[in-house]
């Protein structure tokens, strides 16, 4: 996968892994997750963090591992306090809505923070077969920060899209940090083992075009520059959900390697408007994954045809939902084990 990315090559298959590959649908995760007292102990503990990594790839022998963390330890590690509540997700406290919200933000020690991460990913290193690939991650700066200023998941997230928007010089500031811790935290993460990096930018899509430009391409064109100071090969990935066509634009703006595609993309648009120049990843949608059988196996071999003429890593268009059952992810990567390309 990092020559795919590195060089531009097709494979004979594509790499596969599945965002959210890690989680509450398997029951050895559940197991693990029910013995520690909350979800940040367990992203702060390597030894179980490095042993729900591995689950999936001994489950599904998938080609990546991507560290067990989570993009919302960047606001923890700033200060805020951030808890999960079964079934309602994250929440943060106290939330950042002003300048002086921004400064009481601790920006010193955010390294020290966030080392157990990198514990995980040397851990993880150690026993990974040497072909297979480690991810690490990071959320995207917009994304990031629409938790911190909502204090949690929200369906429109007016609070930080109107703050944004209205006083766009001091939301800056905001993202300006972010951008600058999220360079140091991938930076470590690469010293540590990583062999690619993937941008988590979930909520890209509520941007229109100049927002979109200056909170999502600006900020992820500077991390993916600042990583490349220290590491000039790292592969990096970024996953703009809901970007649509500006992901032309994004693309060519920010550097990166790769894009993870949604579901609403169509592999035909994306092999002729990104493919010659960027490694696409995607984009089964997660649903079709919860139905199994033979819809999954048609959706699969759509998309493996239609990306076949161009770098592709097979992914999903969104992470794993909880309702998953694992028969139909070992199902899935059956399929794209034993797909070859007709023909070429
Ligand atoms: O295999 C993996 O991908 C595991 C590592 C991982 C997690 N979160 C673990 C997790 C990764 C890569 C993430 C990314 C993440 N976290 C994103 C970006 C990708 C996406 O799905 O859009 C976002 C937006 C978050 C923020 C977040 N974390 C939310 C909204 C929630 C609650 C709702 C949910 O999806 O579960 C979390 C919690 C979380 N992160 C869990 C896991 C396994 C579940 C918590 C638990 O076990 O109690």
Redesign the pocket.
């Known amino acids: 996968m990092v020559e795919m990315l590195t060089n531009h090559q097709t494979q004979p298959r594509p790499p596969m892994w599945f ?6 649908y398997l029951p050895e995760y559940r197991k693990i ?1 029910s013995d520690v007292p909350n ?1 940040l102990s367990l992203c702060y503990t390597p030894d179980l963090a490095a042993e729900v990594t591995l689950q999936p790839i001994r489950r599904f022998d998938l080609d990546a591992a ?1 560290v ?5 330890l960047i606001p923890d590690a700033l200060g805020q306090t951030v808890t ?1 509540v079964e079934g309602e ?2 929440r943060l406290a106290p939330v950042v809505r002003s300048i002086s919200d921004v400064e009481r933000l601790q920006r010193r020690g955010v390294s020290d923070h966030l080392k157990p991460v990198y514990s995980t990913l040397s851990q993880v290193r150690s026993s990974l077969p040497s072909d297979k690939t480690l991810i690490g ?1 990071a ?1 995207a700066p917009w ?1 990031v920060a629409v938790y911190m200023v909502e204090g949690g ?1 929200s369906s429109q997230f007016m609070a930080a899209r109107s703050w944004s928007a209205s006083r766009p010089d001091e939301f800056a500031e905001l993202i300006e940090l972010l951008v600058v811790a999220t360079i140091d935290y991938v930076d470590q993460q690469v010293a540590a083992g990583a062999d690619v990096i993937q941008l ?1 930018d ?1 909520w890209a899509g509520l941007l229109p075009p100049p927002g979109f430009q200056r909170w999502c391409v600006e900020p992820v064109a500077k991390i993916v520059r600042g990583l490349r100071v220290r590491h000039p090969d790292i592969p990096v990935i970024a996953f703009p959900r809901g970007a649509g066509t500006m992901l032309h634009k994004y693309d060519q703006a920010t550097g990166v390697n790769g894009i993870s595609l949604d579901p609403t993309i169509t592999p035909e648009w994306a092999c002729e408007v990104l493919g010659r120049s960027t490694v696409l990843q995607g984009n089964l949608d997660p649903a079709v994954l919860v139905a199994g059988g033979e819809v999954l196996e048609q959706e699969a071999h759509r998309i493996l045809e239609a990306f076949a003429a161009t770098p592709h890593v097979f992914n999903l268009g ?2 794993i939902v909880p309702e998953t059952p694992p028969d139909n992810v070992a199902q899935l990567s059956e399929i794209v084990r034993s797909w070859q390309r007709s023909g070429r």
């Open positions: 965002m959210r590959q890690a989680g509450r997750r979800f991507i067990f963390a989570d993009i919302l999960y997700g994250p991650f959320g994304t998941s988590f979930t969104h992470g």
